[in-house]
């Protein structure tokens, strides 16, 4: 059984994460393994004001750009100014699903947009001595 674990942001993740988003990205906490996120039944991640919840491993949503792009919007672009909410969230989804939700459709057009750079951004900050993901 494998337990909750907050996790940090890998050098390139991190430093690519910040040239997108700026100095707000060391407010987010990334916690794998979450029971929260298995509570969402098929999500990978799910989302709170500064924090992102991963069904599975840090490793498996780091190397995603897009599921973290999309992620990181949710919590940056639509948690911290107070556009999500939770109860807006399941007003929107019952009215129109998952799909055609208007707060997954944003997320995903943001990481369809800035995809190609982040990964630009990712190849450039990415050294042969990269740490390895640090549990905390």
């Avoid at 988003?21 to 906490?29: N, Q």
Wanted: hydrophobic share 45%.
């Amino acid at each position: 059984m494998q337990f909750s674990c907050k996790v940090k942001l890998p050098h390139d993740q991190r430093a690519s994460l910040h040239e997108l988003f700026g100095d707000v990205i060391d407010h987010v906490e990334i916690i794998e393994h979450s029971w929260f996120a298995w509570l969402h039944v098929v999500a990978a991640a799910t989302t709170r004001r500064r924090r992102i919840y991963l069904r599975g491993s840090a490793e498996e949503f780091f190397a995603d750009p897009k599921l973290v792009l999309h992620e990181y919007f949710h919590v940056l672009g639509q948690w911290e100014p107070g556009a999500l909410t939770v109860w807006r969230y399941l007003v929107e989804s019952f009215r129109r699903g998952y799909w055609d939700n208007h707060f997954e459709i944003e997320a995903r057009e943001f990481a369809d947009d800035h995809f190609l750079r982040f990964r630009a951004l990712l190849a450039r900050h990415r050294s042969s001595d990269k740490p390895d993901i640090q549990r905390v």
